[in-house]
């Protein structure tokens, strides 16, 4: 069996949807959540379906070493307690530091709520997405899956999903449809794409 990490931010949908996936998979598991704001949703969710997580500062993400000057552990020696096949970032909004992207090399997965290269980037998450296509009167939307590397969602490409937008959607509207996406096809995705290229 091998263990993935989940990194996440917010609610945590996406999370949930993973690990409720990989629950009774014969090669992979949830093992861990980890999360960079200790009342983000996403936590309860965790323990709600018996996944350990830990809160984690920035300080110990960007550690290379095995705990920060405060004594904490990075980020790191917590990915090897928990003997980490892969990484996938669920809603994660920090950039992963490069010690980490050389140790988990093509190990490392990212979900976007747009169709990159469009609308991505530094600060282009959530609603600041939605609402940037909505206002470029964009006349279709999507999510994005890819390899995560130094750059803010810009590794490879591993699968992308395409929904219209109409002239009357909100950002609101445009979120409801990208979310049934990211629902529908995260998961097998990374399924997919680790069963073909890590067993």
Not at 74 to 87: T, W
Not at 88 to 95: D, N, P, T, V, Y
Request: proline content about 5%; overall charge negative; some cysteine.
């Amino acid at each position: 069996m091998r263990n993935l990490a989940i990194f996440a931010s917010g609610s945590g949908t996406n999370a949930e949807n993973l690990i409720r996936y990989f629950s009774d998979h014969p090669e992979f598991r949830v093992s861990v959540v980890l999360c960079n704001r200790p009342d983000a949703f996403v936590l309860q969710r965790a323990e709600k379906l018996g996944v350990p997580s830990v809160v984690f500062n920035k300080s110990q993400l960007v550690c290379s070493d095995a705990v920060t000057e405060e004594g904490l552990p990075s980020v790191m020696s917590i990915l090897r307690q928990y003997d980490a096949f892969a990484l996938i970032l669920a809603g994660f909004l920090m950039r992963i530091p490069s010690h980490l992207i050389e140790a988990w090399p093509g190990r490392i997965i990212n979900i976007h709520p747009a169709l990159l290269p469009k609308y991505g980037g530094k600060g282009m998450h959530g609603m600041h997405v939605h609402e940037a296509v909505v206002a470029a009167k964009e006349v279709e939307s999507g999510m994005t899956i890819h390899l995560v590397d130094e750059q803010y969602d810009h590794g490879k490409t591993l699968f992308q999903a395409r929904c219209e937008v109409l002239p009357c959607d909100t950002a609101l509207d445009v979120a409801a449809k990208i979310h049934l996406l990211e629902q529908a096809h995260f998961p097998e995705v990374v399924d997919d794409y680790l069963s073909a290229n890590f067993t």
